[in-house]
């Protein structure tokens, strides 16, 4: 049979409002009363009702995330990683996330239900997310925290990879290494973040003072997945003996660009050094092993899980900007540049 808040009291010997005060972590409890609730609360199983509760407050106790099919059906677990943060993050506070996918070209028919039930107290949003989507939920008036992604015209908080850096980080350490012609190779430029990305490499080449030659920067795919990487690839190797090392936005195009060289016949690192960026687990599992950028996926879940309980319980603002740092991760696949000749 099921335990409730009674009977939690009376093994505890308390009264019903004191039980309440504890579970919904609201204070005024001596620590010696909290310890006897707590205890009579795993001894007898006891959870609290979210639909109960509500009644009170007014409030759910779920929080939405949402992400694009494309970017969840993807082989990369980048965004996977962020949910499993938002998750494990929400066990302390308390609250359920409800988790949905919607289409790149979102239409008003496809509202999630959990949307349509008014059944969260919040929205999560990972990666590149419709503008309706946003602009739907935000004149319901429910908060909104986006991960990995931007919208500058739009008040909503972020939590954001330093991407800049992780570039810097990757070109000074191909500098460091002898490289002086570096290419980059991204795609889906409709993604704040790979702009970002695109932009740093060239910025950083110049301010290192190492020469920029604007054949080598190939940032004009549509996605950013392995098959890209590799067409990205085969295009520079088309163009001839002119760069060492290559910068991929991602692991998946590093690892399309490392199956192209091998196809050719070339070595990596021996006869070029290639880079990623995130540090998913094919980084680990290629061969070579990828040198990239390591970005610390569960934080950024459970950073993005902690604000919008802040924002709900008036300890956080909303148009907040958090940026997680990013460290570089030295593998395999980046060594000294040695001379080779290509052919076209």
């Known amino acids: 049979m099921t335990a409730t808040i009674r009977d939690v009291a009376r093994l505890a010997g308390v009264a019903v409002s004191t ?106 949003l990972v990666g590149t997310v419709p503008h309706k989507i946003v602009d739907y939920i935000a004149e319901r008036r429910l908060p909104i925290v986006l991960v990995d992604y931007e919208l500058p015209r739009m008040i909503h908080s972020a939590v954001l990879i330093d991407n800049a850096d992780g570039i810097r980080q990757i070109v000074h350490h191909l500098h460091e290494l002898g490289h002086r012609h570096m290419a980059f190779i991204g795609g889906d430029m409709k993604h704040p973040g790979m702009i970002q990305r695109c932009k740093a490499f060239q910025e950083t080449i110049e301010t290192t003072g190492l020469p920029f030659d604007p054949d080598l920067l190939l940032c004009d795919q549509e996605t950013s997945n392995i098959e890209t990487g590799y067409v990205a690839m085969e295009k520079l190797l088309s ?47 290629s061969r070579p092993a990828l040198t990239t950028i390591h970005v610390p996926k569960e934080k950024m879940g459970a950073t993005a899980l902690r604000h919008l309980a802040g924002i709900i319980k008036g300890t956080a603002y909303e148009g907040t900007r958090v940026t997680i740092p990013v460290r570089l991760v030295k593998r395999d696949s980046t060594d000294h540049p040695r001379s080779h000749t290509l052919s076209a």
Not at 239 to 264: K, L
Request: glycine fraction near 6%.
């Open 19 to 124: 039980v309440s005060l504890v579970v919904n972590n609201k204070g005024r409890v001596s620590k010696k009363t909290e310890e006897k609730v707590r205890q009579a609360v795993a001894q007898l199983d006891y959870h609290p009702q979210h639909s109960a509760r509500g009644l009170v407050t007014r409030r759910s106790g779920n929080f939405g995330f949402i992400l694009s099919t494309d970017h969840f059906s993807q082989a990369e677990p980048f965004y996977t990683k962020i949910f499993l943060g938002t998750e494990f993050e929400a066990r302390s506070v308390d609250y359920y996330i409800l988790l949905t996918t919607i289409e790149r070209h979102f239409n008003s028919s496809k509202i999630p239900r959990f949307l349509l039930e008014r059944n969260v107290d919040g929205v999560i």
């Open 239 to 285: 163009q001839g003996d002119r760069f060492t090392a290559v910068i991929a936005a991602n692991d998946a195009m590093a690892v399309g660009a490392v199956r192209a060289c091998q196809s050719r016949g070339y070595r990596v690192p021996l006869d070029f050094s290639i880079t990623g960026f995130d540090d998913v687990e094919s980084a680990i599992t």
